[in-house]
């Protein structure tokens, strides 16, 4: 089961986020870029490489709802919560002057904090490889013409 992702430039500030399930239902959304781009494909990454489930897009492949899981995904708990706490740190920490290791201990050191059990995968290897997907699907993205469409699938099984 795989769920298709289709990001189409629609304007120099928006863009069309849509998601197809295996069954063919899905839904299109019209999105600002600058402020839900860059989340959204560090959400594919971080539950791409994690090979998360429960997550925001093996979410919206169970149960749809875009809008809904993006107003407090953290809300749901369990490895949503995790994920929200991972992706919100790595929006930032992405950069190829940030040590990978460190970001990953500060991750864990902040999850601990807040009485959560790190997940066995948050390592420097896990932020590297990230921050490697990130960089090609930010290219990708970069090359992608206004009125073209960049096209993701993630593996929801």
Do not use: C, N
């Not at 990001?7 to 197809?20: D, I, K």
């Not at 960089?135 to 073209?148: D, I, M, V, Y």
């Amino acid at each position: 089961m795989a769920l298709t992702l289709r990001l189409t430039r629609t304007s120099p500030t928006h863009h069309r986020f849509e998601y197809v399930r295996a069954d063919g239902t899905g839904e299109s959304l019209e999105l600002e870029t600058r402020s839900m781009l860059v989340h959204d494909l560090v959400h594919f990454a971080v539950e791409s490489e994690a090979g998360l489930r429960g997550s925001f897009y093996g979410l919206l492949d169970r149960i749809g709802g875009y809008a809904e899981l993006s107003l407090d995904g953290g809300a749901l708990g369990g490895e949503a919560r995790i994920t929200e706490m991972v992706v919100g740190t790595l929006q930032t920490a992405l950069g190829p002057e940030l040590d990978a290791g460190a970001v990953a201990a500060r991750l864990v050191e902040r999850m601990r904090e807040v009485e959560i059990h790190p997940p066995r995968w948050l390592t420097g290897d896990f932020v590297e490889a990230v921050r490697e997907r990130m960089r090609r699907l930010q290219g990708e993205w970069k090359a992608t013409p206004f009125g073209g469409t960049m096209e993701l699938v993630f593996d929801a099984r």
